[in-house]
């Protein structure tokens, strides 16, 4: 699991990259890439400031939303047997389908915080 980040509001993910003994982060949610390093939590930290700076004052200046506009809608590809398995606990439970993706989801985001 990656190791998550604030800076100024935005979440992004951190690694480390021990080739060069440095920390890579990654902003999330943001509508084109955004990326920084640093030799320290501190330098990552103000490289991510900078680049964050940098990407909305572009975003601004060319008129682009720089968030992603999540709609909740997505496609997802399952095989048949697990479709049908959903299917029919869902139909079991008087829920639709789309009710139960989504409960099991929210139980895979609270169990993997």
């Known amino acids: ?17 021990p080739d060069d003994e440095t920390f890579r982060g990654e902003f ?3 509508n084109g890439g955004a990326d920084f390093c640093g030799e320290s939590i ?3 930290k ?26 909740g809608k997505f496609n ?8 049908a398995r959903l299917n029919e606990i869902a139909l079991s439970q008087s829920i639709s389908l789309n009710a139960a993706v ?3 989801v929210n139980d895979y985001i609270e ?3």
């Open 1 to 17: 699991m990656k190791n998550l980040m604030m800076i100024n509001g935005v979440k992004a993910f951190i690694d480390y990259e």
């Open 28 to 30: 999330v949610g943001l």
């Open 42 to 44: 501190a330098k990552l």
């Open 46 to 71: 103000a490289e991510g400031a900078k680049s964050l700076s940098v990407f909305l004052d572009m975003c601004q200046e060319r008129g682009i939303e720089p968030y992603k506009n999540f709609s």
């Open 76 to 83: 997802v590809q399952i095989s048949p047997d697990v479709h």
């Open 102 to 104: 989504e409960k099991v």
């Open 111 to 113: 169990h993997s915080a």
